[in-house]
């Protein structure tokens, strides 16, 4: 599996983003993928859990830091995730990764996703 993430960029806060994971090489779908998510790394901390789907894709998860704000959704038809953010602050800025599992059903830990995306900057100005 690929995942090509796409959709960051420079931001004020209070402002939107819309970031986009592309997956190919397998489909999406409850019975042939595990949990999705979508992470982020500001530098010099740690890769954190933003948001995500549980194996079926039927529960969503969301950090505290970011719940009311952002919004994840899924086209399985396009086998592309979704993270729409929204009310963006300076505290939001990092790398946004998103990351999907063969089997894994914990969106929350990231050790246990098997496919990671490249990557995609997101920097938010005060």
């Known amino acids: 599996v690929q995942l090509q993430a796409s959709g960051g960029g420079l931001v004020q806060a209070g402002g939107s983003l819309r970031l986009s994971c592309a997956a190919s090489g397998r489909t999406f779908s409850r019975n042939t993928m595990g949990c999705m998510g979508w992470f982020r790394q500001a530098p010099g901390k740690e890769r954190e859990f933003v948001a995500g789907?549980?194996?079926?894709?039927?529960?969503?998860y969301y950090a505290d830091s970011v719940k009311g704000r952002f919004t994840v959704s899924r086209d399985n038809a396009k086998s592309t995730m979704y993270l729409q953010m929204n009310s963006l602050r300076p505290e939001d800025t990092g790398v946004y990764y998103c990351a999907a599992s063969s089997s894994w059903n914990t969106p929350r830990d990231r050790f246990g996703y098997d496919y990671w995306g490249q990557g995609t900057l997101v920097t938010v100005s005060s």
């Open positions: 789907f549980s194996r079926s894709g039927s529960t969503t």
